[in-house]
């Protein structure tokens, strides 16, 4: 059995998702889409079951491209049964969703997830009224304690052996006749088959001018187009509005009226969490507080890490000469195992210290509800740049990963402004970036160093941002954006998040790192290093920086993290002071952060923004990290 979650976004639909998952899962993308869905299996009354977490939807009528693939993910006959996922303290703009949901004729379950945060503010829900009035099981439930997930899944699961599906509520008696006489059109033509769906949904996406039904018709069928066309008129001169907005506002007035049926109200609980805005989205204490955040939170990363740090290191580190004690140092089997030893000692003592507590800092931010109260505090900021507060979102998740930042930047409306948010994004120092600046910086240096290369690469991105607005003017729209409220963050689902999130670097970077390593003893072994060297000593001469540099620069390209591992092996030490001065040291940190993205961010790229853009992304990187770091060399 396939099920679907199907909910708008902050719903709680990847809660109940990793509730059920946990790190079982897998994402991948719609059919030669950058939009990707998560996907999981597991085992119900004996049975296989297939979930799926679809992207957070406001409306089934849209042209948003994440949505439009949701949408056709369940037009297509996937699923079993849909889950509509819905924050039950706001039931009356949720409802509008279902309601679409409805006229498609799945077999549905509503899962009334944050039912506390209802009661919290004064919310109180007739859960069998509601179910009645609209023909499905409904299950209230906080998905982030795990309370009635399981009830809701065995209901989903009952419910769709049944194949049962919910009623359809129908508009005013005048809008209804419309969608009557087109849906008898279009059940004589036979055109809701080509679609494989209801007569009733396809009339009401035709009233609503829905641009992926349309089109169709457009190109082959002028004389139904007409007729689509009546339709869409006649509404016009009875309401005096366009027909998709007669339709809106009909789903609208539905929803309101289902509403105000099954809620009652009473007195909303008064809490902290209700004055917590009052802070920290203040016009100047927002901001403070802002900076506060940030700056306990990768002082406590530091702190973590290197406290991990200097025991495993110590421990690798001793494990070569050991090795050397039964193996003789000058063969090629030493300097094999060896490599292999310095790739294993970078991913455990250099790497997984600082890239854990951060990736699971950035989950507990995330499901705090902070993230989306970071974007309105930065809009005003990002528009200065030619952007919008809605470009905060791809830019905080390029912390983690410059992957995902960049597909996540088809959220914004323009092409332009996806470029432009694409490449800052590339900027932003990833997780596999974090790691040199705290293992390198602030580790040799200090954790004050280490928030100014931070400072530094924020107003770099700010420079960089007005520069590419210069060259590609256009009037940035307005932002809407939903601010949801502050949840009590799930130690476990944080975790599974975090574990998602460093799977990419156990099994791809890892493995990654530790052949890169492996090649660099293999170069050493064979003195082919010194070749690669002398190749880039015209740029480590104009960085300052020792000759030796010059093999990690080609392993960064492959994975960030690889330069610095690579530059431990290749000095030849684990203290990298010993070798370095604290110029060289920044110079390098420097360098590797801004210069051309990792492989898998230029294929990403080459996707989302096309190859001249891509191209042009790498120079443009690579260009301003020489003059950073040149810059660097001579004033640090």
Known sequence: ????????????KSTIFNSVAGYKAVTSNFPGKTVQYTLTKFNLFGQAIELVDLPGTYSLTSFDLAELEARKYLLNGNVDIVIN???????????????????LKVPMVICLNMIDEAVRKGIKIDIEKLSKILGVPVVSAIAVKGKGIKELFSTAYKRGEKKKIGKTLNFSK????????????????????????????????????????MEDFKN???????EINYFQNLLKEVHGRPSDVVISSERHHLSMNTYESVVSLTKPQVSLINYLDNVLMHPILGYISLGLIFYLFFNLIFGMGKIAEEPLLDYFYRLIPLVG???????????????????????????????FPFLFGLAILEDLGYLPRIAFLLDAFLHKIGLHGKAIIPFILGYGCTVPAIMATRILESERDRFIA?????????????????????FYISPQAALAVYILNIIVIIISGKILSRLLPEVTPGMILEIPAYHIPSIK????????????????????????????SLLQYYKMDMVVNK?????????????????????????????????????????????????????????????????????????EIGSKRTLFTVFFTFLLAVILATITRFVY
Do not use: H
Not at 1 to 12: C, V, Y
Not at 422 to 442: G, K, N, Q
């Open 1 to 12: 059995m396939k099920i679907a979650l199907m909910g708008q976004p902050n719903s709680g």
């Open 85 to 103: 996922v819905i924050d039950a303290s706001l039931l009356s703009r949720s409802l509008e969703l279902t309601l679409q949901l409805l006229e």
């Open 174 to 213: 005048d809008v209804e006749e419309v969608i009557e006489k087109l849906s008898a059109q279009i059940k004589e033509k036979q055109i809701s088959k080509e679609f494989n769906v209801p007569e009733r949904f396809l009339a009401i996406k035709y009233l609503e001018n829905d641009r992926y039904f």
């Open 220 to 226: 082959r069928d002028k004389k139904i187009f007409k």
């Open 325 to 355: 004690k039964s193996i003789n140092t000058d063969t090629l089997l030493f300097s094999v195992i060896s490599g292999i030893i310095q790739g294993l000692a970078g991913g455990i003592a250099i790497v997984l210290p600082y890239l």
């Open 422 to 442: 694409s490449v800052l994004a590339t900027m932003i120092p990833c997780a596999a970036r974090m790691t040199i600046i705290f293992a390198l910086v602030a």
């Open 493 to 520: 689902v944080a975790l599974a998040k975090t574990w998602l999130r460093m799977k990419e670097f156990i099994f791809v970077a890892w493995p990654l790192l530790i052949v890169g390593s492996t090649i660099l």
């Open 535 to 607: 190749f880039f000593s015209p740029l480590t001469s104009l960085l300052g920086l020792p000759v030796v540099v010059g093999t990690t620069l080609i392993f960064g390209v492959l994975r960030k993290e690889l330069s610095m591992l690579m530059l431990i092996q290749a000095i030849g030490t684990s203290n990298v002071a010993a070798v370095m001065s604290t110029t060289q040291i920044m110079t390098f940190t420097i360098f590797v952060i801004f210069y051309v993205p990792c492989v898998a961010t230029i294929a990403v790229l080459w996707k």
